[in-house]
């Protein structure tokens, strides 16, 4: 079964400070990568996905993810973050095919606080 | 057009009820999932569905079961809640399994 670890449970940084989140996973197949964003009091929403092709992918607010296949890592970045920026973050893993392909594997998610 | 619903909101239950959790969805979509967030433990699958019909267990089915009879509803239920239960429940749907999930306002329910 696939896994995901997420390095950094709780960030804190000051607005405008550039942010990398850290997620590598556990699976030797060919997989499904997202992030979500959990706002305070909010449902997961879709920050960004990948699927195939180009490793560095783009995504809403800003937002980016570069997928290392020889590393099983998918970094999040953000060069310049704002206050509204202030959520929790998952990672989520899911085969392409294969067994457990119908479900997402979550990291246990890293909370960042940005500071005005 | 209102995605994933769930209802209710919030819920408090006593040890040994027994309740049930609705998730709909309006967008046609064949896969639909309950999730279990807990502080520091993210999102885990409970039960998921393929289509109308068709239930299978997730990654912590224990304590609940799940009906799929219409295909825009998935309920969650819980036969004899537990303080371990105790936990902010997301419904989930996509129109395929690689496609992006949807999920609704999540459900807050305690139990005593």
């Known amino acids: 079964a696939q896994s995901v670890s997420q390095h950094n449970h709780h960030v804190i940084l000051s607005e405008a400070a550039s942010l990398e989140l850290g997620c590598n996973y556990s699976?030797?197949?060919?997989?499904?990568l997202f992030w979500y964003v959990q706002y305070p009091g909010q449902h997961l929403q879709l920050l960004l996905k990948?699927?195939?092709?180009?490793?560095l992918v783009k995504g809403i607010k800003g937002f980016e993810a570069e997928f290392i296949k020889s590393k099983f890592s998918f970094n999040l970045r953000k060069p310049s973050v704002q206050w509204s920026d202030t959520a929790e973050y998952f990672c989520a893993v899911k085969p392409y095919s294969g067994a457990g392909s119908y479900q997402l594997t979550f990291g246990k998610g890293t909370k960042l606080s940005v500071i005005p | 057009n209102a995605g994933v619903t769930q209802t209710p909101k919030f819920r408090v239950l006593k040890t040994g009820q027994s309740m049930t959790l609705l998730c709909a969805q309006d967008?046609?979509?064949?896969?639909m999932y309950w999730y279990r967030q807990d502080p520091g433990m993210g999102l885990r699958l409970i039960h998921y569905s393929v289509g109308e019909g068709t239930t299978a267990k997730g990654e912590v089915p224990d304590g609940y079961n799940v009906s799929r009879l219409k295909k825009q509803n998935f309920l969650l239920g819980l036969e004899s809640a537990a303080p371990s239960q105790t936990s902010v429940y997301f419904c989930a749907s996509a129109q395929v399994p690689n496609q992006p999930q949807h999920f609704g306002d999540g459900t807050r329910l305690s139990i005593l």
């Open positions: 967008m046609n979509h064949e896969y």
């Open positions: 990948y699927f195939s092709g180009d490793p």
């Open positions: 699976y030797g197949g060919t997989v499904n």
